[in-house]
């Protein structure tokens, strides 16, 4: 007997039921004797399962859960008191981040905005019916404190015990929440409770290093680190040169500066700082415009630029040659655009873009590099949905070289890239989310560099022939190896069904189908559907077929939103609309 597959993450019993429909569809096409009794028990053992029933009993102790997450994220009380009530074991439910509990998630309130009165009331009701405020190690607070918007729950739950000087997990204080999340009202209102801007963290350190050393980007770092230095923070912080420019206090930096210019052009070895954008660069052995440019923060490097700090400065070069780095590229490699300000200044300012450097690569792989120009490194960081495409677009528009196949082809520089493969570089070079030159042109919408690419004979993988449609190698590679169907590729981590689904590729889709791919997986961060994201792309067909084939319409996303309000949202097309209206959305 072969090995059992695993269950979707959220498995859909009427996608399973339309799996045994269509195994008894391909025993009579077939002239084989199949009823529906007998495909239905296959089905639930191809999944593990005894039987049929047996496969039913779990969805539905697993659908218990799924009712509460629904109530809380529809905010319905009157269903989650009646849940909580005839079932108290799901107060301990594996819910909301790192699978802390159900009060964890309704604490997190995904957004910005304050929660509801609706919300505020769920989260009363669960500790009134015996939630533990403490819950995961101290989840809810944790999770409250990540926003500003969030202060009325977090008010609410230490109301009702929860500790401002908890360590969630038993090792990170509550009090680094809003450090980490630069969230100044958040960290202004734990400080006038109490909370200790001196605990440390065993991995972070204080308070106010992770104020500092945040991966976040915003001007509110400012507020952030101001608070904590007038609180007496201590820290590795709180002694180095670069902490005006986190505190936005331009005339404690211009009095430094006025103190001892060689401030200037000196590099520091002590910013043991600064990463971010799913990169391992950090602005160890740089200099304060290094600083300015990493943080976005474009008067700090107007004003060093006018004192003299030079564009082209070089970073200290460390173990293995690696480092060197102008701080272009610091500004280049930050997420949804935020350095395009500091980008802009730097090339006014003469920055040269066809330095090439040696610089870290992935930010949990230390051993990985990349010699690259800065189109090269902005082309390969940010990766993902928040990827960079202002200062990408900036580059490309000063003609900066990209350097490499991938970047070219991720930038769209097609004469390049043919100029690359004519010299006899590789076509199938990959990016540092495993993504192949091929898949970094499409998803840019940049054809012509695709073409070039499968031209020049490149590798054709199971993500690219979705999006292209090409159903006879996807079926010839699903054959080779079926698990594939449930391959997941990139920071998104999309089934193969995700790339047909978003080309609108029905034919991909029914070959992908055949091989039993799940319609009810979810990607990450957001944990859209194929359906999610089918209607976000305007993909009429797609939608269509998806709905046909069992596609859950009621699936909510991370912040509880359906794909009708996704077509809402993005005033999808009527036709989609009217598709998932008549389905019951």
Not at 358 to 378: C, F, N, S, W
Not at 447 to 455: M, N, P, Y
Request: aromatic share 6%; net charge negative; proline share 5%.
């Amino acid at each position: 007997m072969s090995t059992p597959q695993s269950l979707p993450d959220q498995p859909n019993f009427e996608q399973l039921k339309k799996q045994a429909k269509d195994r008894v569809k391909d025993a009579r096409a077939k002239k084989e004797k199949l009823s529906l009794k007998e495909a239905q028990r296959e089905v639930a053992q191809s999944y593990g399962f005894k039987s049929w029933a047996a496969l039913r009993t779990h969805l539905d102790t697993l659908d218990l859960a799924g009712q509460l997450k629904t109530a809380i994220d529809t905010e319905d009380v009157e269903r989650a008191r009646a849940l909580l009530q005839a079932h108290p074991e799901l107060h301990r439910a594996k819910m909301g981040y790192g699978g802390d509990g159900p009060l964890t998630w309704v604490a997190e309130c995904r957004g910005a905005t304050p929660p509801s009165e609706k919300r505020l009331a769920i989260a009363k009701l669960m500790l009134e019916l015996g939630s533990d405020v403490h819950q995961g190690n101290d989840g809810p607070l944790m999770r409250a404190c990540m926003n500003d918007g969030r202060l009325p729950m977090a008010e609410l739950l230490v109301q009702h015990g929860a500790d401002v000087n908890a360590q969630w997990h038993n090792f990170y204080p509550i009090v680094c929440t809003p450090c980490e999340c630069l969230a100044p009202k958040m960290l202004e209102w734990l400080l006038k409770h109490g909370a200790n801007p001196n605990v440390a963290s065993s991995k972070y350190g204080y308070p106010l290093d992770m104020a500092v050393g945040t991966y976040g980007r915003s001007p509110a770092q400012h507020a952030c680190v101001e608070l904590l230095v007038c609180a007496g923070a201590q820290g590795k912080c709180q002694a180095l040169a670069s902490l005006p420019i986190h505190r936005g206090r331009l005339d404690l930096l211009a009095h430094e500066l006025d103190r001892d210019s060689s401030l200037l052009s000196r590099h520091f070895p002590e910013f043991e700082y600064g990463g971010t954008g799913h990169r391992g660069l950090n602005l160890k052995g740089t200099t304060l415009l290094h600083v300015a440019a990493e943080f976005c923060e474009a008067d700090a490097a107007r004003l060093l630029l006018e004192r003299g700090a030079d564009p082209n400065t070089h970073a200290l070069i460390g173990e293995a040659g690696v480092g060197g780095q102008t701080p272009i590229f610091h500004a280049v490699t930050q997420y949804d655009g935020l350095g395009l300000e500091v980008t802009q200044l730097l090339i006014e300012a003469g920055a040269d873009l066809r330095v090439r450097c040696k610089i870290r690569g992935r930010y949990d792989d230390e051993k990985a590099t990349h010699e690259v120009t800065p189109l090269g490194y902005a082309a390969r960081f940010p990766y993902g949905q928040l990827r960079n495409r202002k200062c990408l677009d900036l580059l490309v528009a000063h003609n900066a070289p990209a350097g490499d196949v991938y970047a070219a082809a991720r930038s769209g520089r097609v004469e390049e890239l043919k100029e690359l493969l004519k010299a006899g570089a590789d076509p199938n070079l990959c990016g540092p989310d495993a993504d192949t030159s091929v898949g970094a042109a499409l998803a840019e919408d940049h054809r012509e560099a695709v073409q070039v690419l499968i031209d020049a004979g490149t590798v054709v993988g199971l993500a690219e022939a979705c999006s292209l449609g090409l159903a006879e190698r996807v079926e010839a590679l699903l054959r080779a190896d079926p698990a594939r169907v449930k391959e997941c590729f990139g920071e998104r981590r999309w089934t193969p069904v995700f790339f047909a689904a978003v080309a609108n590729q029905v034919e991909v889709l029914n070959v992908l189908w055949k091989f039993h791919a799940s319609l009810t997986a979810k990607d990450q961060h957001q944990e859209f559907s194929p359906l999610h994201r089918a209607v976000e792309h305007g993909c009429v067909e797609a939608v269509e077929w998806l709905l046909e084939h069992g596609a859950p319409v009621g699936a909510r996303s991370s912040i509880g939103q359906t794909p009708m309000e996704v077509a809402t949202r993005i005033q999808a097309p009527k036709r989609i609309v009217e598709l998932l209206s008549r389905t019951g959305a």
